[in-house]
């Protein structure tokens, strides 16, 4: 596992809409691997190997985070935002956070008062962001509407194999599609297999729509994060039992193919690997959703790495997990052949009546 290049993306802002730098070190990146690689108009990159092949497989991981925009530079330079994608917006109160004009980073304090701290029903427009501006016009030569924020932390190694930061969700997952790829060719995997970053997921999942209608796919896997039970305010009786380093966790919902899982679950075996479960009723909120209704259906998985604290600046993962992700898709797509049929039921060629 590159973990370098894992805590480059980590480090990169890359707030929904605002996808270009992070996509560019992806294509960089892969670039040396990859037999084709695709871009299109809404953001997404299309990392593939055998893209000739007669069966094809695409992995999803989308590679945009939660954040805030630009609205208003006010007379004294003060800056205010609205919210873009989930952000619980009350952890920003006295945090850093960068805004990002140009490809240039600003960086910037969300102001604190009386009135905000311990406020609970905070909305993004009670924010306010100090560059350290006298005026607006010295503000609006730095910053402009529309320009993305983020909070201004970075990758962090805890005890063992946990490690911090923001922006977990979802760039493990889009590292993990990328290393999936890469590490399905080294097992010379004849299939054809496709790592997608998609963009905008955290706003609109457009771009898993876009992704899944570009190409006739066999089967679709998301690869996203998920909630743990093993911290602090959680319970396994919500959705599951779920815990770091505890390995991937694949997913049982009206929307996930169970063959899939069949295959993922007999994978995971012959590797040795520990698997985990989670239950969603209907959609599973990842790019799974819209890439299983998109042209004429497509089969889909899900497989997740936990993660703690999401939605925060301080996301918190086990390198195992993510490892283990890696070697479960990349050795899946060794089982994966165009003869398998992804339903289970028996059409009768002779019915009709007569």
């Known amino acids: 596992m590159d973990k370098a290049f894992l805590h480059e993306l980590l480090n990169t802002p890359s707030v929904s809409g605002h996808e270009e730098q992070i996509q560019q070190k992806a294509l960089d990146h892969t670039a040396a691997f990859c037999d084709l690689q695709e871009a299109d108009a809404t953001g997404n990159v299309l990392h593939r190997i055998n893209p000739d092949a007669p069966c094809q497989v695409l992995m999803m991981g989308h590679i945009d985070e939660i954040g805030f925009l630009v609205t208003h530079i006010n007379e004294s330079g003060m800056i205010k935002v609205m919210t873009n994608g989930g952000v619980r917006v009350p952890l920003y109160v006295g945090a850093r956070v960068q805004i990002i004009h140009e490809g240039n980073k600003v960086p910037g304090i969300v102001c604190v008062s009386r009135d905000l701290v311990g406020n609970k029903d905070l909305k993004a427009s009670d924010l306010t962001i100090d560059i350290g501006a006298e005026s607006k016009e010295q503000a609006s030569a730095l910053v402009a509407p529309g320009d993305p924020v983020c909070a201004d932390t970075f990758v962090e190694d805890l005890v063992g194999e946990r490690f911090t930061s923001r922006a977990m969700d979802n760039r493990t997952g889009a590292f993990v599609v990328m290393e999936a790829v890469k590490r399905a060719k080294e097992r010379g995997v004849t299939i054809g297999v496709t790592a997608a970053t998609t963009v905008g997921e955290e706003t609109s999942m457009r771009g898993a729509a876009w992704a899944a209608a570009s190409h006739a796919w066999d089967l679709a896997i998301a690869v996203d994060v998920t909630y743990v039970s093993d911290c602090p305010g959680t ?103 165009p003869k398998i049929a992804w339903n289970e039921l028996i059409v009768h060629k002779n019915s009709g009546g007569g």
């Open 235 to 337: 319970n396994p009786a919500d959705t599951g039992d779920v815990r770091l380093g505890g390995g991937p966790v694949l997913c049982t919902a009206t929307t996930v193919n169970k063959q899939a899982n069949r295959l993922l679950c007999a994978t995971a075996e012959e590797l040795g690997m520990p698997i985990q479960w989670e239950v969603a009723s209907g959609h599973t909120g990842t790019d799974a959703d819209r890439a299983h209704v998109s042209g004429k259906g497509i089969p889909v998985a899900l497989v997740s790495i936990p993660l703690r604290y999401m939605h925060s600046s301080v996301e918190v993962a086990d390198y195992r997990d993510i490892e283990n992700a890696i070697e479960l898709l990349s050795a899946f797509m060794q089982k994966v052949h």
